[in-house]
């Protein structure tokens, strides 16, 4: 099941993400959850730490603002509006979830 979400795709973005982020003394991790949290729309990431020293690593990401010039980048990788996998129509459990609440 999980292998339906590995595309190509993914993998390249992936990649690019991890470049970006050496390039900025960052975790990928850490940088897209930078990026994510400073989309339009979004009140509140979701940081998932399951250790104290996640938290301690993501925390200070809440307080900081994803630079201008890194916006375009990102842009350039995953278009707004875009997704890189689709995942809601590739796995079984999803399609069913979806067609139960009319998603």
């Given at each position: 099941?999980?292998?339906?979400?590995?595309?190509?795709?993914?993998?390249?973005?992936?990649?690019?993400?991890?470049?970006?982020?050496?390039e900025?003394?960052?975790?990928?991790?850490?940088?897209?959850?930078?990026?994510?949290?400073?989309?339009?729309?979004?009140?509140?990431?979701?940081?998932?730490?399951?250790?104290?020293?996640t938290?301690?690593?993501?925390?200070?990401?809440?307080?900081?603002?994803?630079?201008?010039?890194?916006?375009?980048?990102f842009?350039?990788?995953?278009?707004?509006?875009?997704?890189?996998a689709?995942?809601?129509?590739?796995?079984?459990?999803?399609?069913?979830?979806?067609?139960?609440?009319?998603?």
């Amino acid at each position: 099941m999980g292998e339906a979400r590995i595309t190509q795709r993914g993998i390249d973005v992936g990649q690019a993400v991890s470049k970006m982020a050496q390039e900025r003394s960052m975790s990928a991790s850490q940088l897209s959850l930078l990026w994510t949290k400073d989309q339009p729309g979004i009140t509140a990431p979701i940081i998932g730490p399951r250790t104290w020293h996640t938290l301690k690593m993501r925390w200070p990401l809440l307080i900081r603002k994803l630079d201008d010039a890194d916006r375009p980048l990102f842009d350039a990788l995953v278009h707004p509006g875009t997704a890189v996998a689709d995942f809601h129509n590739s796995n079984d459990w999803m399609k069913a979830a979806c067609l139960r609440f009319k998603i």
